[in-house]
């Protein structure tokens, strides 16, 4: 099994904070730290920000930009990021616990240490990101793009992968274990990914697809 990617160090005891800030907490140069985080942000611009040792328990940011920001020791609980931009993010120690995050920009972003389970994460942009020992659990990830990312330890367990599009993309020491492996695109860029007994069939399937290998009976 790849090396599980490490917790966030969180503060049991954080200080609340309501979104949306008011106009004086929202221009604190854009460092965020050590707070539980709750209500609707979803008219807060957290662009080239600094986010350490919070907790978003419940928030509403759909479409929210945290391109270009530094996220670290973070927990997203529960929240609703989908639509979210992430674009050149760099994310360490990062977990996404029961959220949707459908259509997520994750885009050039770097992720290392990041989990996400039991969350709706389908149509996510991870084209050209950067991965290092990043977990999925129980969720939803269909129809997410990985063209060209590269990463190592990487665990998809018990999610649904369905037209998920590899194409280009380098991942070593990649599990697969009972994962929904369906219609995938660019199968043979997993070359070395391990999967269970029950996966054969349809990853055999998407190598064919990526072949163009035809099965056929008529000799005519």
């Known amino acids: 099994m790849p090396t599980p990617p490490r917790s966030p160090r969180i503060d049991p005891t954080l200080p609340a904070s309501t979104l949306p800030v008011d106009a004086a907490q929202a221009s604190h140069d854009g ?17 080239h920000s600094d986010i350490a ?3 978003f328990a419940g928030a509403a940011l759909t479409g929210v930009s945290f391109a270009d920001s530094r996220i670290v020791d973070t927990e997203f609980v529960d929240c609703e990021l989908s639509g979210a931009d992430f674009d050149t993010a760099a994310l360490t120690r990062v977990a996404f616990v029961r959220c949707r995050i ?3 920009n994750f885009g050039g972003a770097r992720l290392t240490d990041v989990a996400i389970t039991a969350s709706k994460a389908n149509d996510l942009n991870l084209r050209m990101t950067k991965l290092e020992r990043c977990a999925v659990h129980e969720t939803v990830i269909e129809q997410s793009d990985f063209t060209g990312s590269q990463g190592a330890e990487i665990a998809f367990v018990d999610s649904d992968l369905s037209a998920t599009v590899f194409t280009n993309a380098r991942l070593k020491n990649l599990v697969l274990y009972g994962s929904t492996l369906t219609e995938l695109v ?15 069939l349809p990853f055999a399937l998407a190598l064919f697809a990526a ?7 008529d000799r005519s």
Not at 211 to 217: C, I, L, R, Y
Request: aromatic content about 4%; glycine content about 12%.
């Open 31 to 47: 460092e965020w730290s050590a707070s539980e985080i709750n209500g609707d942000g979803t008219t807060v611009d957290f662009e």
């Open 53 to 55: 040792g919070c907790r």
């Open 102 to 104: 459908s259509s997520a």
């Open 186 to 200: 660019g199968a043979s860029a997993l070359k070395g990914a391990t999967i269970d007994s029950n996966q054969v």
């Open 211 to 217: 072949h163009a290998v035809k099965v056929s009976d």
